[in-house]
């Protein structure tokens, strides 16, 4: 079969839009009026006066802090201004942050600030509005967790949003520690996020903190998360032949954060170098080195093209020792995470990270340790592929337990498992979840897992003990070890990211391999599950070879769209190269699967909206290009669209046929409707096929004379704009769209169909630049 390697394309200067004004005046019918006004501005001011009544202003100048409960129907950003308006003072904003999807954190700087509140409540006509967005409020207290004597503890100061008072304060907090002699370590996570590690703390140490005015400061105290590994493993014998790099050949590299590599036969000529922060008599390189083998010789060990990826060299990067023989805990894992990949980013791109910290994800708010995860693929330019975190539940029959910290890592790809075989007594059956991977979805809803590959399968015995059928690896000695676990699945996921940036001659861009590897991932036909539960359990699937990445088939296009998106604009392409070949019989047909991954503002101070910028996609067909009245203050834009209609929605589809086509490949493995409305997720994909369109619609939007459109805009959460202004910079997001045309029936050429209409409308385009040596099997 004909490889033909997909495309780049770019937006001409005439799709650029910018965005106009609209809407008006009229009230949400959410707001209060009569009576319910009058009850729901009593019971805040009650709320207000016995906060304000238990603030004693101290010398320190800590701001107090309280928290607004919001209605639910105010939650969307169209309403936040109103809010931030009822609980300003003194000219300023004093919304900090969120707690969880409804609570607002508001600081409140004095009594200045206070009587200006009180004086808004006070006034229920002028400000119904405003006041019907809050439910309640009380006074915000912070997260305390205490342990046994002796112990490290975590401490996240508040962030009031002033650059010169937080430092001051975090100034008196450090004052405080060496007053009463408290050892400490400060680690800087993100650039924004600092955290303290309180060193062997006791009972009386601990009291003292909390009993303290200083203790106002705090927004956490809790024992420093400690590292644990995922299973241990079963011996299986050793007998497998030795592998050596070809001299002439060019591998991608694998940084493997993890515990070391030990030097084997079968690993030592692959392993291209090493960066450790700790002597060879503390480390105890098990782990590590099975994970290297998979990322090494993952496909050989299987006997089966799993990955179809070429050899890998890794990078032995030790970020943690044995941890039997040397403490070892979050803030540590960071900060040598942080120099190694640092101190090698400029030539190692892909980071494989299999280590979990024991504590599940909270839905409201993202982790410190993915915070920090992303700041540094931020800073490095790099991608880091990482578990989703193992759960033995299954042992007792409970259900499977959420994703673990540092695996809400926006940026990074997030990998769960499946079984790749399914023994007599295993719990799941092959292509299945694997019993012990953790599910999503992440925090603010986000799909996590992002993606799956294969992990293995346990089963147990009548004594409760687990029995591994997994993923063949090389342990210690160079003993061949069957292991289980998603610290397995990811490295597979890791090669092939790798593998795919080496083969791609371009420079690295890890937006573009995380969007080529979630566009390539369908689920395995065995799943039997609804799409809403398979994202949680695989995210969007498993990832496809490089070489079927790489390349089309004559009957579908693959067409990359690279580019930022600023605030104020949009993009519409209303001449999108939709092929004459895909009519049939009159109407519009094939398979559209788009794939939209952009770089979201993130902010780590805000909780629940720590993701602050959205993406929307439309695309469809429309009548006819309209004139626009640009004489009109609200119209910027010369040219519109008449009769348009976005074909990516879930009820533009009939419930009927796709019932009927429930068990055609297309249906079990790509179909994905997904509801984003105004999620703010930074990964969005929809796969539909044409001919499940109800009759009405099919009649209306698909016959043959349609023109065909591609939509993109942006929005941002209140406070990135708040920010922007007061700081003067420029809001924008890089983003990769990734669309495939194709012909399920294979009978028409639609690579050659679209590239002609490419060039017919003016468009740049660019096949992508490979290695030729890129393998390509042919079915």
């Given amino acids: 079969m004909e490889r033909l390697p997909i495309k780049f394309f770019s937006k001409r200067e005439e799709d650029n839009m910018r965005v106009e004004g609209g809407g008006g005046n009229k009230m949400p019918s959410f707001v209060l009026t009569d009576d319910e006004l009058v009850e729901r501005t009593e019971k805040l001011s009650v709320e207000f006066d016995s906060f304000v009544n238990n603030i004693q202003w101290k010398e320190n100048n800590v701001p107090a ?3 607004a409960k919001l209605n639910p129907d105010a939650l969307a950003k169209s309403h936040r201004g109103k809010i931030n308006t009822l609980f300003s003072g003194e000219g300023k904003n004093n919304v900090i942050g969120l707690c ?5 954190k508001i600081k409140i700087n004095s009594s200045a600030t206070a009587s200006e509140i009180r004086k808004r409540l006070s006034q229920p006509q002028k400000y119904a509005y405003e006041i019907s967005c809050v439910e309640a409020i009380s006074e915000f207290k912070p997260k305390i967790v205490r342990s046994s004597d002796f112990e490290d503890y975590k401490v996240k100061l508040l962030d009031f949003q002033d650059y010169s008072l937080n430092k001051a304060l975090e100034g008196g907090f450090e004052l405080y520690l060496k007053k009463n002699q408290i050892d400490y370590k400060k680690t800087k996570y993100s650039s924004e996020l600092e955290i303290f590690k309180l060193i062997h703390m006791d009972t009386l140490m601990v009291d003292t903190l909390l009993s303290s005015e200083i203790f106002d400061l705090t927004e956490e105290i809790v024992p420093m998360p400690k590292i644990f590994l995922e299973f241990d493993s079963l011996d299986f014998g050793d007998a497998f032949p030795v592998i050596t790099p070809d001299v002439n050949d060019s591998y991608a590299i694998v940084g493997v954060l993890d515990n070391g590599i030990e030097r084997n036969r079968y690993l030592t000529p692959w392993i291209a170098g090493k960066g450790s922060l700790y002597p060879n008599n503390v480390i105890t390189p098990s782990h590590g080195t099975k994970v290297a083998s998979i990322i090494t010789y993952g496909d050989l060990l299987e006997g089966k093209e799993l990955v179809g990826n070429k050899h890998v060299k890794v990078f032995d990067a030790t970020v943690f020792p044995d941890t039997q023989k040397e403490s ?7 900060a040598n995470i942080q120099e190694i990949v640092r101190n090698n980013c400029n030539d190692i791109k892909i980071w494989n990270l299999s280590v979990s910290i024991t504590r599940e994800i909270d839905p409201d708010c993202f982790s410190d340790f993915a915070i920090a995860l992303d700041s540094l693929q931020d800073e490095c330019n790099v991608l880091i592929c990482k578990s989703a975190g193992n759960c033995t539940n299954f042992v007792n029959g409970n259900p499977i337990g ?13 990998v769960g498992s499946l079984a790749q075989s399914s023994g007599k007594n295993d719990l799941v059956s092959l292509n299945n979840p694997s019993p012990f991977s953790r599910i999503g979805p992440g925090p603010a809803y986000i799909v996590k897992p992002d993606l799956v590959h294969y992990g293995g399968n346990v089963s147990v015995d009548e004594h409760g003990r687990i029995k591994e059928t997994g993923n063949l690896t090389i342990g210690m000695g160079g003993s061949t070890i069957y292991s289980s676990g998603t610290s397995f699945s990811t490295p597979r996921i890791a090669a092939l990211a790798a593998e795919l940036s080496n083969d791609i001659k371009e420079e690295f861009d890890p937006l573009l391999i995380k969007a080529l590897l979630i566009h390539s991932c369908n689920y395995p036909s065995e799943i039997n599950m609804p799409v809403n539960e398979r994202t949680k359990y695989t995210g969007f699937g498993k990832p496809s070879s490089v070489a079927q990445i790489l390349y089309n088939a004559p009957n579908e296009v693959t067409l990359i769209l690279r580019d930022t998106l600023v605030k104020g604009q949009y993009i519409d392409i209303k001449d999108f190269p939709m092929p004459d070949c895909l009519v049939k019989d009159g109407y519009y047909s094939g398979q559209i699967i788009a794939t939209l991954v952009y770089d979201s503002v993130l902010e780590p101070s805000q909780g629940f909206e720590y993701c602050q910028s959205n993406m929307n996609l439309k695309f469809g067909s429309y009548d006819e290009k309209t004139e626009r009245d640009t004489t009109r203050r609200t119209i910027l834009n010369p040219v519109g669209k008449g009769g348009a209609q976005n074909v990516l929605l879930e009820s533009f589809y009939s419930k009927r046929k796709q019932a009927s086509n429930n068990q055609n490949e297309f249906a079990k493995m790509e179909r994905l409707l997904i509801q984003y409305g ?12 044409l001919s499940e369109v109800t009759d009405k619609n099919k009649e209306k939007y698909l016959t043959a004379d349609k023109s065909w459109f591609l939509y993109l805009d942006g929005t941002y959460r209140n406070y990135s704009e708040l920010k922007s202004q007061a700081q003067n910079f420029e809001l924008s997001q890089e983003f990769c769209l990734i669309i495939t ?11 050659d169909g679209v590239t002609q209409k490419l060039n017919e409308f003016n468009f740049w385009h660019s096949n992508i630049k490979v290695d030729t040596n890129v393998v390509v099997n042919v079915q």
């Fill in 100 to 104: 969880d999807e409804r609570t607002l």
């Fill in 402 to 414: 959420r994703l673990h910290e540092g695996a809400d890592s926006v940026r990074s790809l997030v």
């Fill in 328 to 334: 070892f805990d979050e803030d540590d894992l960071i």
């Fill in 65 to 67: 802090v309280m928290l």
């Fill in 741 to 751: 045309l194709r012909d399920p029936d294979g009978n028409v050429n639609v690579y």
């Fill in 678 to 689: 105004d999620k703010y997720y930074p990964v969005k994909k929809y796969a539909v096929d």
